[in-house]
């Protein structure tokens, strides 16, 4: 199945710095690549996400890249902000049967970053 | 999400005992998903349901139960099987059960053994 490894595990820097997150998967099947953010006791929440059909994609200070041929994506934070601080969470997603051969999307996540921005 | 609420927030579970945690969404999404995240861990799926009447297994289905009577409704029961219950507890629900298909959470329930 699929497998999901995210770097660093801790990660802290200043504020008004840029921050990067980087997976990567071993499915060349999966397609689908959504970045979650967590803070602490709550929902994780969908920040942006792209799909194997584009290399790049940006919303405001977020960023994500994902090179297919390397199995590989990042997030890139710019200008970072104390309320940037969250765990996140990436994840990669493909197709599968079930056992009744009906198929479906999973996502398999990867184990987090704690980001922390400091003042 | 508004839309997916989890129920209760907190919960404990005595030994032995069977326990259920409620999750509901009003977006009119066709797939429903159990989560379990423990510290340090990214989230695990449980039982996942892409259409009311059906569920399948996730990667650590045993010792839990679920149901989908209800498009709106999955509730999921940690039975006394499962010996190591104390986790957060994500529902999510997404438009459809396809690959490509953002999903969205709820506030989740943090479970604990007394």
Redesign the interface.
């Known amino acids: 199945g699929e497998n999901v490894e995210q770097h660093p595990s801790t990660l802290s820097v200043q504020e008004g710095d840029s921050a990067v997150i980087k997976c990567t998967y071993s499915d060349s099947a999966s397609n689908y690549f959504p970045w979650y953010k967590q803070e602490l006791g709550k929902r994780p929440q969908l920040i942006i996400d792209i799909r194997s059909n584009v290399g790049e994609k940006k919303d405001q200070r977020i960023a994500v890249t994902l090179n297919k041929t390397a199995k590989h994506f990042s997030l890139h934070i710019t200008e970072t902000q104390p309320e940037d601080s969250a765990v996140y969470f990436c994840a990669a997603s493909n197709s599968l049967r079930n056992a009744g051969g009906t198929s479906y999307g999973k996502l398999t996540f990867g184990q987090g970053t704690i980001l922390t921005v400091h003042p | ?1 508004g839309g997916i609420t989890q129920s209760p927030k907190y919960l404990f579970r005595k030994e032995g005992q069977n326990v259920t945690l409620s999750c509901e969404q009003n977006l009119n999404h066709d ?1 429903m998903y159990w989560y379990r995240q423990d510290p ?6 449980i039982y ?1 349901s ?1 259409i009311v009447n ?1 569920f ?1 297994k ?1 990667d650590i289905a045993e010792g839990y139960s679920v149901s989908r009577e209800k498009k709106e409704s999955f509730p999921l029961t940690v039975t006394s099987a499962q010996k190591n219950p104390t986790a957060f507890y ?1 529902c999510a629900s ?1 438009t459809t ?12 329930t ?1 479970l604990s053994i007394l």
Do not use: E, I, T, V
Not at chain 2, 40 to 45: D, E, F, I, K, P
């Open positions: 999400d797939a340090g861990q990214g989230l695990r799926l996942y892409q059906d399948q996730g994500l997404s059960g396809g690959f490509n298909q953002p999903q969205h959470f709820g506030d989740g943090r």
